[in-house]
């Protein structure tokens, strides 16, 4: 006999199944009585110091299906690095949004200002990443990816510098389309299969 | 921001297998490659922290929050509650959960949703609530009734809540369901059946609780939902060939 370990294990996960929008952007699902508004409508509030940027794209299913039902949140730091709440952080940087895939066309769009770069804890400079999670149907477990920038030096990241392939590290890629626009879209499998992360 | 230390990793044996034939829309929504694991970082390691201000009076009584009138929804009344805690036990106080669910009938408020059971008009479906100092949370709701859906020829989902959890970190993001216990439809469940392991699908079944049922008001069913943990120690060394 051993000593029993009082660890517990996590919830198991389930899919937000089709009605996500429903218990998390109610007033976007049709339910606008019920709430003032819609929890992170907004990454970031006028005059948030840097770049402003917007960046659109699709959430593609096997098929190659744009899937209208897709829920997308995003967490980042602002453009010196800081997360809200840490001392020093732009007040005017939420750095959380809640956004969906347009219901006729797919599309999914995120304004926010371009986030700087961030220590891992052992004092390496990340490359300018936005963080994105996808919850829809049919993800039993909801995923986690991130979003870098094409026109940034990228070269010194620590998690790109772990894809061993380096033809799907473009997958993370956002891609520069005009000033201050680009596009990601997140493919969920397919040669193009998106590098989803387990951090 | 003190340093809480680094996420627990995910024990992903412990959740469902993101591809399974039996429930088909996982079938090309499911990465095929695996995933790129690392430690995590502040990425992970903050998230958003939403306040009290945010929360209205009736926000957590589904039983009332779409009513025009005061007029209560209609269904079984009931008492959904429970802790918000880590892997290690410790509490996780103010963090926002959120839960959505069908109606007494099966119905749910969406315009995909075409399901003969009508709509109750004193019902919405969607309620939040931050969990206090001791990370105990409570909503007043409606036990919402099973419902079919176009998976294989007649499959039907038991009587469930959806819940969305924060927690502190990005990285505990969690989103799942609460079953409740006895209903003969769990087992017959595609979508419960995506959990492999036994012991954490029966941890998704809310027990009755009959001690804080309220009499002639409502019953009460209980649900305990355990987060990520973040490993607190001494040696945090530098890894190597990195
Ligand atoms: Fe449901």
Known sequence: MVQSLDTLVETASQTGGPYVHIGCIPTFAGLGAVYPEDLGLRAIEDGAKGEIITITGEVIDGTGWAFRDALLESWQADASGKFAGQEGADPLVNGFARFAADKETGLWTLRTVKPGKVKTRDGRLQAPHISLW????????SLHTRIYFEDEDNSEDPLLNRIEQRNRVPTLMAKKTGAGEYRFDIHLQGASETVFLDI | MSDLGPLVPRRRDMHPVPFDPDYKTSVTRSPRWPLLSMESTPSEETGPRFGHSLIGPLDNNLILNWSKDG??????????????MDEFGRPVPHTLVEIWQANAGGRYRH????????????????????????????????????????????DWRPMHIHISVFGHSFGQRLITQMYF?????????PIAATIKERSQLDRLVAPLDMA???????????????????????????????
């Open chain 2, 71 to 84: 007029t209560p929804a209609i269904g079984e009344r009931i008492l959904m509650h429970g802790r918000v």
């Open chain 2, 111 to 154: 315009v995909k949703d075409t399901y003969f059971a009508p709509l109750d008009p004193n019902f919405g479906g969607c309620g939040r609530a931050l969990t206090d100092e001791q990370g105990r949370y409570q909503f007043l709701t409606i036990r919402p009734g099973a419902y079919p859906w176009p998976n294989r020829a007649n």
């Open chain 2, 181 to 189: 216990e006895g209903d003969p439809l769990i087992d017959r469940c």
């Open chain 2, 212 to 242: 804080m049922s309220r009499p002639l008001d409502f019953l009460a069913y209980k649900f305990d939902i355990v987060l990520r943990g973040r490993r607190q120690t001494m040696f945090e060394n530098k890894l190597e060939g990195m």
């Open chain 1, 134 to 141: 996808i919850a829809a149907r049919g993800i039993n477990i």
